[in-house]
């Protein structure tokens, strides 16, 4: 049987052991006690505990066999607590309302964020212990990034908590916090809108130019650019990361009033080209670590 640190190897967590902590951390959430709640991840069970009490029913998504043994034999069957020898990233998310609370394995944190926002149903709240770095990325704290931008429409991102390392049991090398996604209750873009929004962040953020503007310039019509200059020059003149997402809103809205298709032409499908070029990168990458073994 592997030892708890060759499974913490294999599973990559580091794992909250302040009860207390865990019980004021749910507290101060949204958690209602109608809440069905999902759980990624939970270990031996100390977040479990605190989401049971608080919760109508927990689906807790466990990937390593001796912790779904654990989590059973502490938990019992036909409780509030459903374990399910799963992993997260293959795990089919509930249809009806649901939310998460969760400390992640900070490994896939980027495709577990993906999972929760980009389903045909997102939770309505989710709580992601994660490091402090991917939640500024996400969240757009101090810069704006691709995959804050393309979030905020429809999520409302906070960290609403900020980990001592000593909180983990073993301590991370790395800052830790709790990072909100709050589903918007109306989206800031109408669902026919989205795609377009997301292809024209993705095509901007991808040109790797100096500025808005000289993105533009290889994205438009030259004559449309000009137009575009002269009524919203106030919005171009910035570097992408530097571009508030308020401007990012107002930019779009500039290009839809100008109703030239060939904008739109020339930007379709920018975010699809992205996600497979990732995922060239990371079967690549996969390829060459199995090689090296």
Not at 276 to 292: C, I
């Amino acid at each position: 049987m592997p030892s708890i640190k060759e499974r913490r190897i294999r599973f990559s967590q580091n794992f909250l052991h302040d009860r207390r902590l865990v019980a004021r951390l749910v507290a101060r959430s949204s958690l209602e006690s109608h809440d069905v709640v999902v759980e990624i991840g939970p270990g031996r069970g100390i977040i479990t505990e605190a989401l049971a009490q608080r919760c109508a029913h927990v689906l807790a998504v466990e990937q390593d066999p001796h912790q779904v043994g654990v989590l059973r034999e502490r938990f019992g069957a036909g409780g509030k607590v459903t374990v399910f020898p799963a992993n997260f990233l293959e795990f089919p998310l509930p249809a009806t309302d649901y939310k998460v609370f969760a400390n992640i394995p900070y490994r896939i944190t980027t495709a577990i964020v993906s999972k929760l926002t980009s389903g045909v149903s997102p939770p309505a709240d989710s709580y992601l212990v994660m490091q402090r770095e991917a939640a500024d990325k996400f969240a757009g704290v101090s810069k704006e990034t691709l995959v804050a931008v393309v979030l905020k429409p429809r999520f409302d991102l906070d960290i609403v908590h900020r980990f001592q390392r000593s909180d983990f049991v073993p301590a991370p090398n790395v800052e830790s916090v709790l990072l909100r996604l709050r589903r918007r209750g109306v989206p800031l873009l109408p669902q026919e809108h989205e795609q377009r929004f997301r292809d024209l962040v993705t095509a901007v953020f991808g040109a790797w130019q100096p500025s808005v503007d000289a993105a533009l310039t290889g994205l438009m019509p030259h004559a449309a650019l000009v137009g575009l200059r002269r009524r919203h020059g106030e919005l171009l003149h910035r570097r992408p990361s530097q571009t508030p997402f308020g401007d990012w809103l107002a930019l779009f809205d500039a290009l839809l009033a100008q109703d030239d298709q060939r904008i739109w032409k020339r930007i379709q499908g920018a975010e699809n080209r992205l996600v497979h070029q990732q995922s060239q990168l990371t079967k690549q990458h996969r390829t060459r670590v199995a090689r090296s073994k």
